[in-house]
């Protein structure tokens, strides 16, 4: 592109002087104006504060027989660690828990034997912050992972007129989240002399889950008879607990 100037001189524009041209009426047309506010950036939804449960909302929320199952009824606490307010460990055991929280504990089971046979019970512990239940649970968390994967159990006598056969047990633990509750879950299974019973063996579900104030140790088994898979019991007892802590929330 030529401009032709006054005389015989003849200028050539080159692109790139117009182009800075053009940089510059635009320089000059925005000058004296505000440039226009960044964007805001989108503001995330603050976490909601961990629940704090009352001892009515407890009480309202807890499990009754009916929901349990078919044929089931509440009984007197027949594990030994829940007679001693402790929660229910591996190998028939008991941990007690830290602090000082308000503990509830019951225990149901149905009129069937053999295989048909269920058996579920629960400690509920409500701590005063979610603290000293984070604390707590964490105590149960390594208490679960210390107990050894498999074990020989002496006979011991449970009370006056029954002992419990020895036995041996295997024992693995599993972490995740279920309804919004940090769980921890120990699987066990006790296996006992053929000559004690065509169902010689037991399938144990130990669940511990915390939220808030509130600590849950659960013990859920059935028994069957050897090389049944444990897995359809698994999945019971996580469908029951799940309801349990769906309906604390």
Same mark, same amino acid.
């Given at each position: 592109?030529?401009?032709?100037?006054?005389?015989?001189?003849?200028?050539?524009?080159?692109?790139?002087?117009?182009?800075?041209?053009?940089?510059?009426?635009?320089?000059?047309?925005?000058?004296?104006? +505000?440039?226009?506010?960044? *964007?805001?950036?989108? +503001?995330?939804?603050?976490? +909601?504060?961990? *629940?704090?449960?009352?001892?009515?909302?407890?009480?309202?929320?807890?499990?009754?027989?009916? &929901? =349990?199952?078919?044929?089931?009824?509440?009984?007197?606490?027949? =594990?030994?660690?829940?007679?001693?307010?402790?929660?229910?460990?591996?190998?028939?055991?008991?941990?007690?828990?830290?602090? %000082?929280?308000?503990?509830? =504990?019951?225990?149901?089971? $149905?009129?069937?034997?053999?295989?048909?046979?269920?058996? @579920?019970?629960?400690?509920?512990?409500?701590? %005063?912050?979610?603290?000293?239940? $984070?604390? +707590?649970?964490?105590?149960?968390?390594?208490?679960?992972?210390?107990?050894?994967?498999?074990? $020989?159990?002496?006979?011991?006598?449970?009370?006056?007129?029954?002992?419990?056969?020895?036995?041996?047990?295997?024992?693995?633990?599993?972490?995740?989240?279920?309804?919004?509750?940090?769980?921890?879950?120990?699987?066990?299974?006790?296996? @006992?002399?053929?000559?004690?019973?065509?169902?010689?063996?037991?399938?144990?579900?130990?669940?511990?889950?915390?939220?808030? $104030?509130?600590?849950?140790?659960? =013990?859920?088994?059935?028994?069957? &008879?050897?090389?049944?898979?444990? %897995?359809?019991?698994?999945?019971?007892?996580?469908?029951?607990?799940?309801?349990?802590?769906?309906?604390?929330?």
């Amino acid at each position: 592109m030529t401009f032709t100037l006054r005389g015989t001189t003849r200028v050539t524009a080159t692109p790139a002087i117009l182009v800075s041209a053009a940089l510059c009426l635009s320089a000059c047309s925005d000058e004296g104006q +505000s440039a226009p506010p960044p *964007p805001k950036p989108s +503001s995330s939804t603050a976490a +909601s504060p961990p *629940p704090s449960y009352s001892p009515e909302k407890i009480k309202a929320a807890s499990l009754t027989p009916k &929901e =349990v199952g078919k044929d089931i009824r509440e009984t007197q606490a027949a =594990v030994e660690a829940l007679k001693d307010r402790q929660a229910p460990m591996c190998s028939l055991s008991g941990v007690e828990l830290k602090g %000082d929280p308000e503990i509830g =504990v019951r225990q149901y089971a $149905n009129s069937a034997q053999g295989s048909d046979e269920i058996r @579920y019970a629960q400690l509920i512990a409500r701590y %005063d912050d979610g603290g000293a239940a $984070n604390e +707590s649970f964490q105590a149960l968390r390594s208490s679960a992972r210390g107990c050894p994967p498999r074990r $020989n159990v002496p006979a011991k006598k449970i009370r006056k007129n029954f002992t419990l056969f020895a036995h041996d047990d295997t024992w693995k633990v599993t972490e995740d989240t279920v309804a919004g509750w940090r769980r921890l879950r120990g699987t066990e299974q006790q296996t @006992y002399p053929a000559s004690a019973s065509k169902f010689n063996v037991l399938h144990f579900m130990y669940d511990y889950a915390v939220r808030g $104030n509130l600590v849950i140790a659960t =013990v859920y088994w059935e028994r069957t &008879e050897p090389k049944k898979p444990a %897995d359809p019991i698994g999945r019971r007892a996580t469908e029951l607990l799940t309801k349990q802590l769906q309906k604390f929330g």
